[in-house]
């Protein structure tokens, strides 16, 4: 089975730190994406990437950046975390159109203080 | 612009009965792919059933089927024979069919809760 591996659960930052969510996933799926999740809202895309030293602006950009330098391996980075970007952030994989669509990691529930 | 829309925020139901829920969605694609996925208190998001714009026949995963209405563009999530292990949240989601475009829009979800 694929997994998605967020390396943490819970985070709690200062405003204004530069903050660092990672996601790691192990089949070779070329897609990569991070969405926020808020009540209400749904899932909103942050930024994605098709290929290594790929990205694209999702429909929530701002804020945030975004570094894929290995192909599994996909970093969402919070240059400088504010109230409003508390969230939960899940990141997920694909490979191209499968039918069985994209894998989750376990989420990131970043709260800023 | 591609949208989908969830217009249930909650809902209940008893132990062992069906329930469905509700998305209905906008496209000008005439290829997409229609997802379902559950969030249990948990928080991961797990699976459950894909519906090809193109398939023919409606599609089903054990307890799980999609009803898919193309002319009503809706694609309702029926659960047969409730658990209590149903509960949570389901997120209706699509997958635009221009080439090279695999990313999803997703719904605000419907939170079930199924009762004993």
């Known amino acids: 089975d694929v997994k998605v591996t967020q390396s943490s659960r819970y985070l709690v930052k200062r405003t204004g730190e530069k903050v660092f969510l990672e996601c790691v996933q192990d089949m070779d799926h070329e897609n990569m994406f991070w969405y926020r999740q808020d009540p209400g809202l749904g899932l909103r895309l942050i930024y994605f990437s098709y290929d290594v030293k790929m990205k694209e602006k999702g429909d929530i950009p701002e804020g945030y950046s975004v570094s894929r330098e290995k192909k599994e391996r996909f970093s969402l980075i919070l240059e400088s975390a504010s109230t409003n970007q508390t969230s939960m952030y899940l990141c997920a994989s694909s490979l191209g159109q499968h039918p069985a669509g994209y894998t989750f990691g376990s989420g990131t529930r970043l709260t800023v203080v | 612009a591609q949208k989908i829309t969830q217009t249930q925020p909650g809902m209940f139901v008893q132990e062992k009965e069906a329930v469905t829920l509700d998305c209905t969605y906008d496209?000008?694609?005439?290829?997409?792919?229609l997802f379902w996925y559950k969030q249990p208190s948990s928080g991961e998001m797990i699976f459950l059933i894909y519906q090809g714009s193109y398939d023919q026949q409606n599609a089903t995963e054990g307890r799980y089927s999609l009803n898919f209405q193309k002319a009503r563009k809706s694609a309702n999530l029926v659960i047969s024979a409730s658990q209590l292990g149903d509960s949570a949240m389901y997120f209706c989601a699509m997958r635009g069919g221009t080439s090279g475009t695999y990313k999803y829009i997703f719904g605000t979800g419907t939170r079930l809760k199924v009762l004993a």
């Open positions: 496209t000008s694609d005439p290829s997409y792919g």
